[in-house]
């Protein structure tokens, strides 16, 4: 296990081929791309304050189950367009942050959003809010690593409009 406390920014194969199992990084802004690349050992990673996280950067970390991120819905590079002018081939035009995470079926919350929901007027709103984070973890193992980054940033999405609009 390593807590790197003092870490703001991952550069792109900072960690590429490690050997630890869990990572905490609780002042990490940035995740480059590749940072984490085919690392095989990767269980657990711990994101508390990331800001962005760039395309591949998880890329064939294959035993990465479980990550905790704070709530934005900008938190991973825009998937690019097959029209982008700056994709250099087509293996870039299908990167995503988590391909071949297949073992990935946890995505845990972290940050304010519990204080949030919890302070929420309605039970019926808190339920929801709560039924609408856990959704995420019911879906993950079913789909394929290709899929996921799309179907984490839709979430991330949906809960950042839901909680918007019950505040």
Known sequence: EVDCDKLERV???????????????????????????ENDALTEMELPEVNQIQLSAFCDAASLRRI?????????????????SDIDDEEEMEASVFNGCDSLVQ????GGIHDTISSLYLDRWRNEMNKEIRHINLVLPSISSDEKTAIIRWWLASVSRKIEHYK
Do not use: N, T
């Not at 995505?107 to 972290?110: Q, T």
């Open 68 to 84: 905790a991120i704070p709530l934005k819905a900008d938190l991973f590079d825009r998937e690019p367009d097959s029209d982008d």
């Open 107 to 110: 995505v845990d919350l972290v």
């Open 11 to 37: 550069d792109g194969c900072a960690f590429q081929q490690c050997k630890f199992r869990r990572i905490s990084l609780p002042h990490a802004k940035m995740i480059e791309r590749w940072a984490f690349y």
